[in-house]
């Protein structure tokens, strides 16, 4: 058995490290049942189906209950239906001939212009309709539209309409073609609940619209955010003087002239110094590994070891008077628990990009090369400070235990598998009796 | 009191509102800020601003976002923890500490701490930062937030009493596990993601992105979703006009800080002469200046050797060579051009801000060619960082592993009657 404060220790931190494991798998899996459900098919639920779009013309904050409509939106409704059906038939006597080839792809496309889902339901209906051949396809819209339960509340006249601009935005050399909009926009409110084939990201993902409010505030908050990144960099000069005056005189007001050493402080520095041997010894490891050609090299490489030798020894200096200032006194009213650990340096860096940037990938693959190595490193850190831990803990249990029998040695073989084998090997230790 | 107050800053060319304007920039910029009203009472050092401060002062310092288990604790706590904090981060006033925790006194010292926090650093942005909402998929890239990194010991902690050996090696075993289970999560994680990305290409309205994110195709298809986050992201952006209207009139709230550090009466240091000192040890910055003191101590042996072995072997060779001037000039353009290369190594990390590496999260964007804008990263060089970085931390692994190999051999081989078996290799 371990002793108490040790084993104490050695819980602790491995419980630490299965614990934030195990808060990153939570994320990993809430993450992959949001993706798992985008990739199967959309439920078309009475509500994203029915909203109407939340465009500048509407100041809509909650989404429509998807519930009867009121008489008089189904009479609205009728005189809107009857006006198109009446559409689709002028339209159909003239474009017949030359819609029937081109059907599916100008229906798809020009769908592409409608915000939001709504036009997400009625696309495969008409284009699967389309290419079925002309007929079919025509006598879908009629029943459709009477079957409709749309709430249009008079927005869908404004959304035709602005449908119409949007597709000729949208669809370049096929743009100034009202009539085509109008028609396939008709689709829109009719198919939505009766669609029976579900939507699938696969197939019609790239017909989507982010919804125009969105669109505005999005564009927004990433100006916004840009006009912060800039004027962060060209901080006001008086500004900046006015806040170190103030933070001396805090200084001078509190009677102490020099700020203490804080443990955040101690804590940066320590890790600063970390870095800096992990550095030097590399920069070691390549003077050593160098083979030298002639004298002159030969002497530079002597040099360079001399010189990170007294880097060494300056880090270690000031370590010892960063230990020394690491006093506790008794007098000072200040609680013992510390606090919540320090903010990452990310949080509160140097230079911090407040405007996102992109990581950009092209392929499966190397999306998922670069979060295994990044994984992969994040556990190497780990291990490397777990083996520190162990190695801390264990090597003196070894070295100082007494009585040398079956638990020393049992100690002694878990001890050489954790610290020398990542815990995943085991040796094996056979009693050598000398013969009888 | 507006006449009052442009007789003090008169150089501020302030209109009568420059100053409550500033305040209610400030206020409305920090999440739940209070009131500009509180920050005039507490200039006065009225009760009755003391506990909103507290409680800002608690949602400033809080490193995590502060969820409903942080919010519902109690003044006092939040108090307790405040006062660490600030502490720890190394705030002058010995006022603060002294001050009574149930918020019924101290709200000019609390105003004071809160300006010192501000002065030291852009707090309503990183706090918006914070609290960001992510449109996009975001990975991080740079190891500061890592997982890895093991935080300060779990409170719920089991039975404490000497455990066997036997359970350490199980813990571990469970940890490696647990990483396992991880990656092939995050394996399938990244498929999916990318399959999104591809079937929504061309759809977003910003052609630098190309397609839709998660999060924009979650709240395609949940509206009610969608709702919620565009407002969020309209309370963003009220905050962020909130926060440049801020920094564009801060300096006349300067200028009357210092006037309300000018009511206080100076302190008196507790010591005549206080050598530095921490007023606590954190069991993990104890213990982190002892690992590193010993890997220090661990290289200096190494090259203590290492030199000797050269110095010897040098002037064993060079001693027969001349003394004349072109080998001293030769001596001192080598000395000059090491001196240099240590100096550069040195900034590596003396520096406080990382090398040019960027920070925090990245939006993820798939494009078939791989073009990146500048400020942007490629998956390929990122992928060629890690891999080195991956290469540097196996050999310091498997250094450590040797030198635990190495101690336990001397060790347990002195003892006779033993065979040590290890394990076949991989």
Not at chain 2, 5 to 34: F, K, N, T
Not at chain 2, 367 to 386: H, N, P, Q, S, W
């Amino acid at each position: 058995m371990l002793p108490a404060d040790c084993s104490r220790r050695l819980v602790a931190e491995l419980q630490g490290a299965l614990d934030a494991c195990a808060q990153r798998q939570l994320q990993l899996e809430q993450s992959l049942r949001v993706c798992r459900r985008l990739l199967q098919a959309w439920e078309p639920t009475g509500t994203w189906a029915l909203k109407p779009p939340p465009g500048p013309e509407t100041n809509e904050e909650d989404p429509l209950p998807a519930c009867t409509p009121s008489p008089q939106d189904l009479k609205e409704l009728e005189f809107l239906t009857q006006a198109l059906e009446k559409a689709v038939r002028v339209r159909r006597g003239i474009t017949k001939a030359g819609e029937r080839d081109k059907a599916p792809s100008l229906k798809s496309r020009s769908i592409v212009t409608s915000p939001g889902t709504t036009a997400s339901a009625p696309p495969q209906s008409r284009g699967q309709a389309g290419q079925a051949g002309g007929h079919a396809s025509d006598t879908r819209p009629t029943k459709g539209l009477r079957q409709t339960a749309v709430p249009a509340k008079g927005h869908a006249e404004r959304r035709l309409l602005s449908v119409g601009d949007r597709t000729r935005v949208g669809m370049g050399a096929r743009a100034p073609r009202p009539g085509a909009g109008l028609r396939d926009q008709q689709m829109a409110p009719s198919a939505a609940p009766q669609a029976p084939e579900a939507f699938t990201l696969k197939e019609k993902g790239h017909l989507l619209r982010l919804p125009a409010a969105f669109r505005k505030a999005a564009s927004q908050n990433s100006s916004l955010w840009a006009q912060l990144g800039s004027t962060q960099t060209s901080d006001s000069m008086d500004a900046t003087a006015a806040k170190t005056q103030f933070l001396q005189n805090m200084q001078t007001a509190s009677g102490v002239p020099q700020p203490r050493l804080s443990a955040a402080e101690v804590e940066a520095e320590a890790g600063r110094l970390r870095k800096a041997c992990s550095l030097l010894r590399l920069r070691m490891r390549e003077e050593l590994s160098a083979a030298p050609m002639d004298w002159m090299q030969e002497y530079r490489c002597l040099l360079t070891l001399e010189g990170l030798q007294a880097m060494v020894g300056q880090c270690l200096h000031r370590l010892q008077e960063l230990r020394a200032a690491v006093v506790v006194q008794p007098p000072r009213p200040c609680p013992v628990e510390g606090p919540p650990r320090a903010s990452p340096s990310c949080r509160g860096g140097a230079e911090p990009a407040w405007s996102p940037q992109l990581l950009v990938y092209s392929s499966t693959q190397e999306l998922q090369t670069l979060a295994a190595l990044q994984l992969r490193v994040a556990m190497l850190d780990q291990q490397i400070h777990l083996e520190k831990v162990l190695m801390a803990e264990l090597l003196p249990l070894v070295s100082t235990a007494q009585p040398q029998g079956p638990p020393w040695l049992a100690l002694c073989r878990a001890a050489h598998s954790l610290l020398c084998e990542g815990g995943a090997r085991v040796l094996t230790i056979l009693r050598d009796e000398p013969a009888v | 009191m507006g006449r009052r107050r442009q007789r003090v800053d008169p150089a501020a060319g302030a209109r009568a509102g420059a100053l409550p304007e500033a305040i209610a920039a400030l206020s409305r910029s920090l999440p739940s800020g209070p009131s500009p009203e509180i920050f005039r009472r507490a200039k006065f050092d009225r009760p009755e601003a003391t506990s909103a401060l507290w409680q800002l002062l608690f949602r400033v310092l809080s490193p995590l976002p502060v969820g409903n288990a942080l919010a519902s604790l109690a003044l006092e706590a939040q108090a307790h923890l405040v006062k660490s904090a600030l502490c720890s981060q190394g705030y002058p006033r010995l006022a603060l500490a002294q001050l009574p925790e149930d918020g019924s006194q101290g709200s000019r010292e609390l105003l004071l701490a809160l300006s010192w926090l501000l002065a030291r650093g852009p707090v309503p942005e990183q706090m918006l930062a914070q609290a960001r909402v992510p449109l996009g998929d975001e990975m991080t890239v740079c190891q500061c937030e890592a997982l890895a990194s093991p935080g300060p010991p779990a409170p719920h902690m089991e039975a404490e009493g000497p455990v066997d050996v036997r359970r350490v090696q199980w813990l571990m075993g469970k940890l490696q596990f647990r990483w396992r289970q991880l990656v092939s999560s995050q394996q399938e994680q990244c498929a999916l993601l990318s399959k999104i990305h591809l079937y929504t290409r061309g759809c977003h309205s910003d052609q630098s992105l190309g397609h839709l994110s998660v999060t924009e195709a979650e709240m395609l298809r949940d509206p009610e979703g969608g709702q919620q986050l565009l407002q969020t992201l309209e309370r963003e952006n009220q905050r962020l006009e909130a926060v440049l209207a801020w920094r564009h009139t801060e300096l006349v709230f300067w200028r009357w800080m210092d006037t309300v550090l000018g009511t206080c009466a100076p302190e008196v240091p507790a010591a005549a002469s206080q050598p530095t000192f921490l007023p606590w040890v954190p069991e993990r910055g104890g213990g982190e200046l002892e690992l590193v003191v010993r890997e220090l101590q661990a290289l200096e042996e190494e090259l203590r050797e290492a030199v000797e072995r050269r110095r010897a072997a040098w002037e064993a060779k060079a001693g027969g060579c001349g003394r004349g001037p072109e080998w001293s000039a030769a001596r001192r353009a080598s000395r000059e051009a090491v001196e240099k290369e240590l100096g550069a190594l040195q900034q590596c990390w003396k520096q406080d801000s990382g090398p040019a590496r960027p920070h925090g999260p990245h939006r993820l964007v798939r494009r078939e060619d791989g073009a990146a804008g500048e400020r942007d990263l490629r998956a390929a060089e990122v992928i060629r960082t890690l891999r080195s970085q991956e290469a540097c931390l196996e050999a310091v692994l498997r250094r450590l592993q040797g030198q635990c190999r190495q101690e336990l051999a001397r060790l347990v081989g002195a003892l006779p009657g033993l065979i040590w078996i290890p394990p076949p290799g991989r």
